[in-house]
């Protein structure tokens, strides 16, 4: 499976953005998805993502109450709506996807197979 991550940008702290991960070539349905983001110098981190079943969706922290996983199986597009955005949501974003993962390897970003290009989010104060 091919993804490929766009929406992201530059906004001011409080804003709002939608980012979306298209796959291609194969059905996201049995892979499991996740967000994460990597800001300069720190390590890559998971945001949120979708078990494989897509039954069950997993939140950081850092975004419970501002960011939103969803998804729309007839495009095979997941998105994350990102509503109350901080400086320290400055990051790239990735989407990435596998469809062997265990449960307990979700937030684990070594676990994926399958990552899109990633996108940069930009918040300013």
């Known amino acids: 499976v091919q993804l490929q991550a766009s929406g992201g940008g530059l906004v001011q702290a409080g804003d709002s953005l939608k980012l979306s991960c298209e796959a291609s070539?194969?059905?996201?349905?049995?892979?499991?998805v996740g967000w994460f983001r990597q800001a300069p110098g720190k390590e890559r981190e998971y945001v949120a993502g979708?078990?494989?079943?897509?039954?069950?969706?997993y939140y950081a922290d850092s975004v419970k109450g501002r960011f939103t996983i969803s998804r729309d199986n007839a495009k095979n597009t997941v998105y994350l709506q990102m509503n109350s955005l901080k400086p320290e949501d400055t990051a790239v974003y990735y989407c990435?996807?596998?469809?062997?993962?265990?449960?307990?390897?979700?937030?684990?970003?070594?676990?994926?197979?399958?990552w899109g290009q990633g996108t940069q989010v930009t918040v300013s104060s």
């Open positions: 990435a996807a596998d469809n062997s993962i265990i449960q307990s390897q979700y937030r684990n970003y070594a676990q994926y197979d399958h």
């Open positions: 979708f078990s494989r079943t897509g039954g069950y969706t």
């Open positions: 070539g194969r059905t996201l349905r049995g892979y499991a």
